[in-house]
């Protein structure tokens, strides 16, 4: 089955320190895609970030990295630097067979930054 | 701003009644994707338009449904409304139907009392 897992529901880092989210996910397909969006409290969900599973670097957006480890399934998001408006909740999300209609997303985890 | 717009943002209804939600895509998307998100379901893909067509359904109940007219926007309708209905419901767009990420609006946070 085809199946995103966010183990964290909530996490908590200082100002300034990096936070590593997880997200690991269940696949058959040789050919997907993952992405990390971030929705505040306003409600919108906002793109972050996107690796496709034959990339071979992991995916770089400004403070926003994803630690693809494609023989464990995993794909984490590492954001560096945090600031008080990375506070949201962040789903990562698979596209199975690289196909974004059939996307599936993770739970997600709340990140609470701390002054 | 994601450039995908979405009306209205907010909508309060009655149990039974029929609305219609209303998304303009990103200038140049041709793909039109709607979601539901509820506290207890989570964020799942309902329908999917290309360039008119409808491409794929996701889960998506009979008493909804969806169109995507010649200028690209597209209408999510919802009839027979239940309080189960009540939830935040996204438009995204892509550029691409495959391997390139979704822009999302803003939602349209629908209550059905």
């Known amino acids: 089955a085809q199946k995103i897992t966010q183990t964290q529901p909530g996490m908590f880092v200082q100002e300034k320190e990096a936070v590593t989210l997880d997200c690991t996910y269940d696949?058959?397909?040789?050919?997907?895609?993952l992405f990390w969006y971030k929705q505040p409290s306003s409600g919108e969900m906002i793109f972050l970030i996107y690796?496709?599973?034959?990339?071979?670097q992991n995916a770089t957006e400004g403070r926003y990295s994803l630690n693809f480890q494609k023989a464990r399934k995993s794909a984490n998001l590492v954001i560096s630097a945090s600031q008080l408006g990375d506070s949201a909740m962040y789903f990562c999300a698979m596209s199975p067979g690289g196909y974004n209609n059939d996307m599936r997303f993770g739970a997600g985890t709340r990140l609470t930054v701390k002054p | 701003d994601s450039g995908v717009t979405q009306t209205p943002k907010h909508l309060i209804t009655a149990t039974g009644q029929r609305v219609t939600l209303r998304c303009s895509p990103r200038s140049g998307d041709l793909s039109v994707y709607w979601y539901q998100q509820s506290l207890d379901q989570g964020l799942q893909f309902l329908i999917q338009?290309?360039?008119?067509?409808?491409?794929a359904k996701g889960n998506i109940l009979e008493r909804f449904s969806a169109q995507q007219f010649p200028d690209l926007h597209s209408e999510l309708n919802l009839s027979s409304l239940e309080l189960g209905d009540s939830a935040l419901y996204f438009c995204a767009s892509s550029a691409r139907e495959a391997f390139n990420e979704q822009f999302f609006g803003p939602g349209t946070r629908l209550t059905v009392l």
């Open positions: 690796q496709g599973s034959y990339d071979e």
């Open positions: 696949t058959s397909d040789q050919s997907y895609g």
């Open positions: 338009y290309y360039n008119g067509e409808e491409r």
